[in-house]
């Protein structure tokens, strides 16, 4: 694979990793849907994982407490557009869900909608329309003093850094119960990826997969080496299209990719090797691991009584 198919694919498994990969649709009745429990294998951190739409409920509590928060600085402040159970599950190394794929593509809807909110959700118009010295009062409020931050060291070198002061620090101090340890151990769980996904590009097992993949598109008239290959070339397929076309376009290819993933099992590979590979990194970082999860459960439990 070339330089830039890997940095690719590592970004995929970033997404997949923090983002979840779940298997539900969204919907109103589909967040309350039971989903396959997931059980960390790591030793001495066999605790149940969150589902998609447990996040979703963790994630709406915090915007919540943000507004909450404001309310007590003077501001007013209207919670954000939650990414949903479904749209959680955009952005992986491959799309495999062809039910998914015929709904969603490749997550166009989700895209338009995001950039719809940055352009012109209450958040943004009401900030705007405020005095510079009121603005710069409503930023510090929201985002805290940059002047006194958490900083923790990624597992995979260099550091990160946020307020520990503003309405999201206390927001989340409510949700999780601690919220320095809490950036701690979520930042350093959820930076792993660049410690194994170096080890997947090399498995024999993805590199056969992703072949028997690209024979089976082939086939199916779109030849494309790899799922990274439709991803760099996606805005040119589209390139000069209305909405509506460029969105049929890429489902109709969302659906031969997610086809052909489980034809020849691209998907289950990509999971299955990301599981194994990140579980034996896992086991370095055990104790954050379980701090991690039990301060999820601890989140989501408070969440569940705003």
């Given at each position: 694979m070339?330089?830039?198919?890997?940095?690719?694919?590592?970004?995929?498994?970033?997404?997949?990793?923090?983002?979840?990969?779940?298997?539900?649709?969204e919907g109103p009745t589909e967040t309350a849907r039971p989903q396959k429990e997931k059980v960390a294998s790591v030793p001495g951190a066999r605790i149940k994982d969150l589902t998609p739409a447990e996040e979703v409920e963790i994630?709406?509590?915090e915007d919540v407490l943000v507004?909450?928060?404001?309310?007590?600085?003077?501001?007013?402040?209207?919670?954000?557009?939650?990414?949903?159970?479904?749209?959680r599950r955009a952005g992986g190394y491959v799309v495999d869900d062809v039910d998914w794929a015929r709904r969603y593509g490749y997550g166009r809807p989700f895209d338009i909608a995001a950039e719809e909110a940055r352009r012109s959700h209450p958040n943004i118009t009401y900030?705007?329309?405020?005095?510079e010295q009121e603005r710069i009062r409503y930023s510090?409020?929201?985002d805290g003093d940059f002047d006194d931050t958490l900083t923790v060291e990624l597992p995979s070198g260099g550091t990160v850094s946020t307020p520990r002061t503003g309405c999201y620090a206390e927001a989340r101090g409510r949700l999780y119960g601690d919220y320095p340890t809490w950036f701690r151990v979520n930042r350093t769980v959820t930076s792993l990826t660049p410690l194994y996904v170096p080890q997947i590009l090399?498995?024999?097992?993805?590199?056969?997969?992703?072949?028997?993949?690209a024979r089976c598109m082939k086939e199916s008239g779109k030849p494309f080496e790899s799922p990274d290959a439709i991803r760099e070339q996606r805005d040119g397929l589209i390139k000069g299209m209305s909405e509506s076309r460029a969105q049929a376009a890429e489902v109709a290819l969302a659906v031969a990719e997610a086809e052909c993933a489980?034809?020849?099992?691209?998907?289950?590979?990509?999971?299955?090797?990301?599981k194994e590979y990140r579980e034996r990194v896992l086991r370095r970082y055990v104790e954050e691991f379980t701090t991690y999860q039990q301060m999820r459960k601890s989140a989501l439990s408070r969440a569940m009584k705003l």
């Open positions: 070339s330089s830039r198919v890997s940095f690719l694919f590592s970004v995929a498994f970033i997404a997949c990793l923090t983002a979840g990969c779940g298997t539900e649709d994630d709406r509590a507004r909450r928060c404001m309310q007590n600085q003077g501001f007013r402040y209207w919670p954000g557009p939650v990414a949903g159970v479904a749209e900030a705007n329309a405020l005095s510090h409020a929201l090399q498995d024999e097992r993805l590199t056969a997969a992703v072949t028997v993949w489980q034809e020849s099992s691209l998907g289950n590979t990509a999971h299955s090797l990301e």
